[in-house]
Structures are given as structure tokens and as C-alpha cells.
């Protein structure tokens, strides 16, 4: 179901393979997940505080421990993980009839990507949490901006893969 669907070729044409594809996460995705993680860690405003393998390990298990509310898939280009998206779905606190997927990390490998397949792998993975939230009749999909960097830029991004800026994140710190 997640994999990206290919239109029918014109006949006599060979029908090309996409660019970017999506899967769902497994076990064999653990490091370069982790690899790409650690980097989007680094680039965000919690770069002060030390990225927790541990903390990762325990996200990991769960997710492989199979909660039915969450996904993980990777997008791939020639057969290596080039991003990924952590997304879960349930009941709105103040609703019986709305559901909604909370997508908590979409991370793309920068170095294995330039910026057109960076592009690509991050519309790819939008559409993918889409579908896999329509298909467990989730409402809306809202994505949570929390990195602090590069807000420009990932705004110009959320409106080309048609999202609409509902609100936005505040930080109080004692720092």
C-alpha cells in the first residue's frame, strides 16, 4: 500500500521506476534511521542536549513490538533509506468522531540526498502518511515543526506538498 504508485506508460513506452520509494521501516532500517536522526538532531534547536541512543532503542522496540496506532516507513533511492517518517493516530481529547495522525519526526539523509531528491523523499513521505491515515479514517494529518531551523524554507516545503499552517509551535525555556 505505501509504495509509490506508478502510472500506466503510454504503450511502446517503458514505464520508469520512481525516484524515490516508500516501504515500511524494518529491522534492517534501525542504523541508517538512526544515522539520519542523529543528523536532523543536530540541526534542530535541541542541538545543546546529547542525542540518546537509548531513548531510540526503547522508540524502536515499541514500534517493533507492534502498536497497531503507529507507522514508520522509509523512503529509498537505489536501495538505500535516503528518509523517514514516525507518525501515530487516534481519538482527538475533545471529540468522539475525529481522528487524527500526529506525524512526530520526518527526516531526510541530506547527505545522500540533494536537494530535488530531498524534495521528492519529503513529498513522498507526506503522501504516504496521508494514505496510511485515510485508511484508518483519520481526519486530518498534522505535522509538528519543531526543529527551530530552517523555518523558511521548510514553510515554502509545506505548502508545495499542500499542507495549511493551522497555528505553530511557542518555546518557553529557562535556558
Avoid at 30 to 41: F, G, Q
Avoid at 46 to 51: D, K
Avoid at 106 to 130: N, S, T, W
Wanted: hydrophobic share 40%; glycine share 8%; proline share 3%.
Amino acid at each position: 500500500m505505501l509504495d509509490t504508485v506508478q502510472r500506466a506508460a503510454p504503450e511502446g513506452n517503458v514505464q520508469r521506476k520512481p525516484a524515490v520509494r516508500l516501504r515500511p521501516a524494518e529491522r534492517g532500517d534501525i542504523e541508517p534511521v538512526r544515522t539520519i536522526l542523529r543528523d536532523l538532531h543536530e540541526r534542530t534547536m535541541f542541538a545543546n542536549h546529547s542525542f540518546s541512543d537509548a531513548r531510540y532503542d526503547r522508540h524502536v522496540e515499541a514500534f517493533f513490538g507492534g502498536r497497531s496506532n503507529q507507522e514508520c516507513i522509509v523512503a529509498e533511492r537505489n536501495g538505500r533509506v535516503v528518509g523517514m517518517a514516525w507518525f501515530s493516530i487516534g481519538p482527538y481529547m475533545l471529540c468522539d468522531d475525529l481522528k487524527l495522525t500526529t506525524v512526530h519526526v520526518i527526516a531526510i539523509d541530506r547527505a545522500r540526498a540533494g536537494p530535488f531528491i530531498a524534495a521528492k523523499a519529503f513529498a513522498r513521505l507526506v503522501e504516504g502518511i496521508r494514505r496510511w491515515s485515510v485508511a484508518r479514517g483519520g481526519d486530518h494529518v498534522l505535522i509538528h515543526v519543531t526543529t527551530g531551523s530552517e523555518i523558511a524554507s521548510t514553510q515554502r516545503l509545506m505548502r508545495a506538498v499542500g499542507a495549511e499552517l493551522v497555528g505553530g509551535s511557542f518555546v518557553i525555556s529557562d535556558e
